[in-house]
T-cell receptor, first 109, second 115 residues
Framework: GQNIDQPTEMTATEGAIVQINCTYQ??????LFWYQQHAGEAPTFLSY??LDGLEEKGRFSSFLSRSKGYSYLLLKELQMKDSASYLC??????????WGAGTKLIIKP | ETGVTQTPRHLVMGMTNKKSLKCEQH?????MYWYKQSAKKPLELMFV???????ENNSVPSRFSPECPNSSHLFLHLHTLQPEDSALYLC??????????????FGPGTRLTVL
């Protein structure tokens, strides 16, 4: 079956760096997405990786290793507003998104 | 209005009621989606429409009935729901239903409670 694993919850300190991991097993691979979802709000797109390596976008970076079925989202210079759930999703061979359950990130002052 | 909008934002209904959820996208996209989001569970894809034709129906009970009258509007008709159907129902759209890198844009969701 298809499976996306990510930690349920993580805690980090304001100003620090945090890495959220995602491992996947899917039928085919057409890219991996990271979304941010604040409580009670819509998920919003953060990043897309289809080739191995690191994609940097401001304070956020996303890494992909297709051979390992692994990705991470790196958040630098954490701010209180980064407290949210972070969703990992893989696009399978049918171009359907397979979602992880999300990682709730708690930022402490 | 911009992006993807959904109404109502909150809905409480009894098991014998009939209600409809509405989604509208203002992005000129060709594909629209219904998802169910339950606490601490992955997003579950329910239906996919591409140019008003249903292209995916992931074994969803018949008490959920989608309708896509045009590429900008999507409805989810609800009938004789069960308490376990209580969840956040999210609508999304993307440029196309297939093709890599198709970022999906989400609406704010309808929080549904079935009594």
């Amino acid at each position: 079956g298809q499976n996306i694993d990510q930690p349920t919850e993580m805690t980090a300190t304001e100003g620090a760096i945090v890495q959220i991991n995602c491992t996947y097993q899917t039928s085919g691979f057409n890219g991996l997405f990271w979304y941010q979802q604040h409580a009670g709000e819509a998920p919003t797109f953060l990043s897309y990786n289809v080739l191995d390596g690191l994609e940097e976008k401001g304070r956020f970076s996303s890494f992909l290793s297709r051979s390992k079925g692994y990705s991470y989202l790196l958040l630098k210079e954490l701010q209180m507003k980064d407290s949210a759930s972070y969703l990992c999703a893989v696009m399978d061979s049918n171009y359907q998104l397979i979602w992880g359950a999300g990682t709730k990130l708690i930022i402490k002052p | 209005e911009t992006g993807v909008t959904q109404t109502p934002r909150h809905l409480v209904m009894g098991m014998t009621n009939k209600k409809s959820l509405k989604c509208e996208q203002h992005l000129g996209h060709n594909a629209m989606y219904w998802y169910k989001q339950s606490a601490k569970k992955p997003l579950e894809l329910m239906f996919v429409y591409s140019l008003e034709e249903r292209v995916e129906n992931n074994s969803v009970p018949s008490r959920f009935s989608p309708e896509c009258p045009n590429s900008s509007h999507l409805f989810l008709h609800l009938h004789t729901l069960q308490p376990e159907d209580s969840a956040l129902y999210l609508c999304a759209s993307s440029q196309e239903a297939s093709g890599g890198g198709n970022e999906q844009f989400f609406g704010p969701g309808t929080r549904l409670t079935v009594l």
